[in-house]
């Protein structure tokens, strides 16, 4: 059973914060995804990457980066947080079709 | 890029009865449509999930239909229980990339 773990549950940071959000899986799979999940805009592809330090933008990654220099581990940065990136933030890891999604960072900007 | 629409936002049933949920996409390219669970506070699961070469497939309790040329697909949900309460989410992505999800519905089943 593949593990997706996201180092923080609950997250409050201040604006201008730099911000890291970790999420690690367990298995030895190349896809992965960061989202944000808002009331009434559904979850929204920030970036995703398919492998080692490769990266692409999804729908909506300004205001973010991120980094993936090892297979396991594919971090969200917030370089300088807003109150507008106050979000649920979800990681997912992708084999064939199927996306599992870890259990989620809920991120407050002050 | 791909846009996906649901409807309802929120639906109510009493226990026991059917559930529909609908959604578009704009994406004739888009292949691969599944559909989340998401109870409060879990993680979204997936629940369904149907390829654009098959028109329906059903999972006990569960079904989902797609209409390729209308570019819609539905989720039902029959005998609904008070455990199917969640929001639930579609999703469309070209061939398991890029999944682009609807904005969510709400069902609440009413014992």
């Known amino acids: 059973d593949v593990k997706v773990t996201q180092s923080s549950r609950y997250l409050v940071k201040r604006t201008g914060e730099k911000v890291f959000l970790e999420c690690v899986q367990d298995m030895d799979h190349e896809n992965m995804f960061w989202y944000r999940q808002d009331p009434g805009l559904g979850l929204r592809l920030i970036y995703f990457s398919y492998d080692v330090k490769m990266k692409e933008k999804g729908d909506i990654p300004e205001g973010y980066s991120v980094s993936r220099e090892k297979k396991e581990r594919f971090s969200l940065i917030l370089e300088s947080a807003s109150t507008n990136q106050t979000s649920m933030y979800l990681c997912?890891?992708?084999?064939?079709?199927?996306?599992?999604f870890g259990p989620g960072t809920r991120l407050t900007v002050l | 890029g791909e846009n996906v629409e649901q409807h309802p936002s929120t639906l109510s049933v009493q226990e026991g009865d059917s559930a529909v949920i609908k959604c578009t996409y704009s994406?004739?390219?888009?292949?691969?449509f599944p559909w989340y669970k998401q109870e409060l506070g879990k993680r979204p699961q997936l629940i369904i999930d149907i390829r654009s070469n098959v028109g329906e497939k059903k999972d006990q309790r569960i079904a989902v239909t797609l209409n390729k040329t209308a570019k819609h697909f539905s989720l039902h949900i029959t005998e609904t229980q008070p455990e199917d309460s969640a929001v639930y989410f579609c999703?469309?992505?070209?061939?398991?990339?890029?999944?682009?999800f609807g904005p969510g519905t709400r069902l609440s089943v009413l014992p």
């Open positions: 994406d004739s390219a888009s292949n691969y």
């Open positions: 999703a469309a992505s070209t061939h398991g990339q890029n999944f682009v």
């Open positions: 997912a890891w992708g084999f064939y079709n199927e996306q599992f």
